[in-house]
């Protein structure tokens, strides 16, 4: 498939990095890996990599990382509906993230959180959580993360059945992804 290359490629650096003894890079290298194989739906492998990057950073006390591998072994979890779990790990990652003031990591563990909180139906804290993340998303110059939380408002607007705010959300995400907006 078109991740082949990838895998291919992070498994070879793997083993570079692992006999040059960088822990952080194997960390990073672990996670790239990870990420990978969760984009094309093998979750068993991706959380296998993820635990071992959060093992990593743990060990060498890398609180970034630590919050990357919160985060991304709350998507496996979330992914397969294991709901309470995830939220666990995504909750300690959204405090690291906040610890650090690591703006980048808190733009998604807030989008994180607001998305586990649209599925339990609890839309004050979605809304809460997904505005603070466009709030953060937009001072950094975010796209990606503006566009997500504009889109993921929209969603708790409808199930709110506030079609009107909705529609707002919608059609700004749309204007920016279009390139015309002035922001």
Do not use: P
């Given at each position: 498939?078109?991740?082949?290359?990838?895998?291919k490629?992070?498994?070879?650096?793997?083993?570079?990095?692992?006999t040059?003894?960088?822990?952080?890079?194997?960390?990073?290298g672990?996670?790239?890996?990870?990420?990978?194989?969760?984009?094309?739906?093998?979750?068993?492998?991706?959380?296998?990599?993820?635990?071992?990057c959060?093992?990593?950073?743990?060990?060498i006390?890398?609180?970034?990382?630590?919050?990357?591998?919160?985060?991304?072994?709350?998507?496996?979890?979330?992914t397969?509906?294991?709901y309470?779990?995830?939220k666990?790990f995504?909750?300690?990652?959204?405090q690291i993230d906040?610890?650090?003031?690591?703006k980048?990591?808190?733009?998604?563990?807030?989008?994180n959180?607001?998305?586990?909180?649209?599925?339990?139906?609890?839309?004050?804290?979605?809304?809460?959580?997904?505005?603070?993340?466009?709030?953060?998303?937009?001072?950094?110059?975010n796209?990606?993360?503006e566009?997500?939380?504009?889109c993921?408002l929209g969603?708790?607007?409808?199930?709110?059945?506030?079609?009107?705010?909705a529609?707002?959300?919608?059609e700004?995400?749309?204007?920016?992804?279009?390139g015309?907006?002035?922001?």
């Amino acid at each position: 498939g078109r991740y082949e290359s990838s895998k291919k490629f992070l498994t070879e650096s793997l083993g570079m990095r692992k006999t040059l003894g960088n822990k952080i890079a194997l960390a990073s290298g672990l996670n790239s890996l990870g990420l990978v194989l969760l984009a094309e739906g093998n979750l068993t492998e991706a959380e296998k990599y993820f635990s071992e990057c959060l093992e990593i950073a743990k060990e060498i006390k890398d609180d970034m990382y630590i919050g990357i591998g919160l985060n991304n072994l709350g998507q496996i979890y979330a992914t397969n509906g294991d709901y309470e779990k995830a939220k666990t790990f995504f909750e300690e990652g959204l405090q690291i993230d906040r610890d650090l003031g690591n703006k980048n990591g808190l733009s998604f563990s807030l989008a994180n959180m607001g998305i586990l909180a649209y599925i339990n139906k609890d839309f004050s804290s979605a809304k809460n959580y997904l505005q603070e993340g466009l709030t953060i998303s937009r001072e950094m110059g975010n796209r990606l993360g503006e566009l997500y939380a504009l889109c993921s408002l929209g969603q708790v607007f409808i199930a709110e059945k506030e079609s009107k705010k909705a529609e707002n959300y919608f059609e700004e995400c749309l204007t920016k992804l279009k390139g015309n907006s002035d922001n």
